[in-house]
C-alpha cells in the first residue's frame, strides 16, 4: 500500500511562492512518474507538472516558466516549486505516482492540498 504525504500549501498574496512537497511510502517502492495535478472547477485533474525518469520533465502551458518540478529519490519526494503565483493558481493540488509492480504501472493519489492565491 503506498501512501502520499503533502505538505507546503496555504495562502500566499499574488506574485509570491510556494513549495509543495510529496513524500511517498510503502515496501520497495519503485517510483516510475511522479507529478502534480489540480483539480479544476469542473472536477477534472489537469496535470501541472510531471517527472519520469524516461521521458523527462513536463509542464503544463499554463505554468509559463514559473514553476520547478524536481525529485529526491533517495527520499521518495517529489516537490513544486511555485513562484509568480497568480490568483488562478488557487485550488487543490493533488501528489500523484505511478510505481511498478511484476511489470504492470500502479497510479496512486495523494489526498490534496489547498493552494490559495490572493490578488
Known amino acids: 500500500q503506498v501512501q502520499l504525504v503533502e505538505s507546503g500549501g496555504g495562502l500566499v498574496e499574488a506574485g509570491g511562492s510556494l513549495r509543495l512537497s510529496c513524500e511517498a511510502s510503502?515496501?520497495?517502492?519503485?517510483?516510475?512518474?511522479m507529478a502534480w495535478y489540480r483539480r479544476t472547477p469542473e472536477k477534472k485533474n489537469e496535470l501541472v507538472a510531471r517527472?519520469?525518469?524516461?521521458?523527462?520533465?513536463t509542464y503544463a502551458d499554463f505554468v509559463q516558466g514559473r514553476f520547478t518540478i524536481s525529485r529526491d529519490n533517495d527520499e521518495n519526494t517529489v516537490h513544486l516549486q511555485m513562484s509568480r503565483l497568480r490568483p488562478e493558481d488557487t485550488g487543490v493540488y493533488h501528489c500523484?505516482?505511478?510505481?511498478?509492480?511484476?511489470?504492470?504501472?500502479?497510479?496512486?493519489w495523494g489526498q490534496g492540498i489547498q493552494v490559495t492565491v490572493s490578488s
Open positions: 500523484y505516482i505511478d510505481t511498478w509492480s511484476t511489470r504492470s504501472l500502479t497510479g496512486s
Open positions: 510503502g515496501s520497495a517502492l519503485s517510483i516510475n512518474t
Open positions: 517527472i519520469n525518469p524516461t521521458t523527462g520533465i
